[in-house]
């Protein structure tokens, strides 16, 4: 398991493999009461969910609406780390927002086939570790397709996703910083 699901203070303790996904975790942990959701860990808290993961996936994007829904009707943020690669979930989330007159801000992490081979691979095995399963079905669609093929086909997505900001890490990094999506965001915003 990635350490801020066990409520790690200190983002930069982390392991490299961990900062990708954490950065929205960490912009999520600024904002008082934000809501970060991981629909991953809902999936994984259903039971059986592995019999039949695209069920569970879609159970877990149902239940993660309505806490959506729920926290920004309270006037919370919320933040969702998720990679998408099909239409449908970002306007859903979108819609969502704009039911309860919050404003949605889709943020896309760029990054390269090797780099994303390594963190899908990695991911699975913390969710292996975290419950002593194989954890590769964890990434599904993409079992069999080679991360070159995953990341031209999320890059032809983003492409049809115009309002998307799309954020690559600086030149020799290999993840995109917390102050770089806080600077995206403002800029948004002002």
Same mark, same amino acid.
């Given at each position: 398991?990635?350490?801020? /699901?066990?409520?790690?203070?200190?983002?930069?303790?982390?392991?490299? /493999?961990? #900062?990708?996904?954490?950065?929205? &975790?960490?912009?999520?942990? /600024?904002?008082?009461?934000a809501l970060v959701l991981d629909i991953d860990l809902v999936r994984s808290m259903l039971g059986g969910w592995r019999d039949d993961p695209l069920s569970a996936g879609l159970v877990a994007r149902e239940l993660a609406l309505a806490m959506i829904r729920t926290h920004l009707g309270s006037? /919370?943020?919320?933040?969702?780390?998720?990679?998408?690669?099909?239409?449908?979930?970002?306007?859903?989330?979108?819609?969502?927002?704009?039911?309860?007159?919050?404003?949605?801000?889709? %943020?896309?992490?760029?990054?390269?086939?090797?780099?994303?081979?390594?963190?899908?691979?990695?991911?699975? &095995?913390?969710? &292996?570790?975290?419950?002593? &399963?194989?954890?590769?079905?964890?990434?599904?669609?993409? %079992?069999?397709?080679?991360?070159?093929?995953?990341?031209?086909?999320?890059?032809?997505?983003?492409?049809?996703?115009? #309002?998307?900001?799309?954020?690559?890490?600086?030149?020799?990094?290999?993840? %995109?910083?917390?102050?770089?999506?806080?600077?995206?965001?403002? #800029? #948004?915003?002002?």
């Amino acid at each position: 398991m990635r350490g801020w /699901r066990h409520g790690d203070a200190d983002p930069a303790e982390r392991d490299a /493999r961990d #900062r990708q996904v954490d950065a929205g &975790a960490s912009l999520g942990r /600024r904002a008082p009461l934000a809501l970060v959701l991981d629909i991953d860990l809902v999936r994984s808290m259903l039971g059986g969910w592995r019999d039949d993961p695209l069920s569970a996936g879609l159970v877990a994007r149902e239940l993660a609406l309505a806490m959506i829904r729920t926290h920004l009707g309270s006037g /919370r943020d919320v933040v969702v780390p998720q990679y998408l690669s099909r239409p449908g979930f970002a306007e859903t989330l979108e819609a969502t927002a704009g039911s309860r007159g919050a404003r949605f801000v889709e %943020v896309v992490l760029r990054t390269d086939a090797a780099a994303a081979e390594r963190r899908f691979a990695e991911r699975a &095995a913390d969710a &292996a570790n975290a419950d002593g &399963a194989d954890g590769a079905d964890i990434h599904g669609p993409f %079992v069999g397709s080679s991360m070159g093929d995953v990341v031209e086909g999320h890059a032809a997505y983003v492409d049809g996703r115009p #309002r998307a900001i799309v954020v690559a890490p600086a030149p020799g990094e290999e993840f %995109v910083s917390v102050s770089a999506l806080e600077a995206v965001l403002s #800029r #948004r915003s002002g």
